[in-house]
């Protein structure tokens, strides 16, 4: 293999040099990354208990919710549950919170607007006894904690 006459060999030894540097680095990280685990699976107290999470569709105070129960299979136990945001009944859509000078929802694709109530602490604890309600319904001889 020849080198065209005007690529200085300072300039090829730079070029090489930079790419062990980045090949390192980037082994490095690949190396760090394989040691965590994704978020579905986490490792419990026991190295063998294994996480999972089950999601769900509820329909209640006008608005959709999509909560999250957090269970370990081996343990036949409910870890957490989370009730997730808001969406809209009639797109779907995640609500965000209003921008302009008015409190509460709206939802980004129908503009459609909903009070700020639905983050109330009542309203986010029944959303989330009503998810585990329906994950025990349907995983038989489960516990909550």
Request: charged share 20%.
């Amino acid at each position: 293999m020849t080198l065209p006459a005007h690529v200085p060999a300072v300039w090829l030894a730079a070029s090489v040099a930079a790419n062990v540097i980045l090949f390192l680095l980037f082994t490095v990280f690949a190396l760090s990354r394989k040691s965590e685990r994704p978020a579905a699976v986490a490792v419990g107290r026991d190295a063998e208990e294994v996480i999972d999470n089950w999601e769900t569709r509820i329909e209640r105070v006008d608005v959709l919710w999509f909560p999250t129960v957090t269970f370990s299979p081996s343990a036949k136990r409910v870890l957490k549950t989370a009730p997730g945001v808001p969406h809209c009944k009639n797109c779907a859509r995640a609500l965000s919170l209003s921008k302009d000078g008015n409190k509460g929802w709206v939802c980004p694709a129908c503009s459609q607007s909903f009070p700020e109530t639905l983050a109330d602490v009542s309203i986010l604890d029944m959303i989330s006894k009503q998810a585990v309600k329906h994950f025990l319904e349907r995983h038989p001889g489960f516990q909550t904690k």
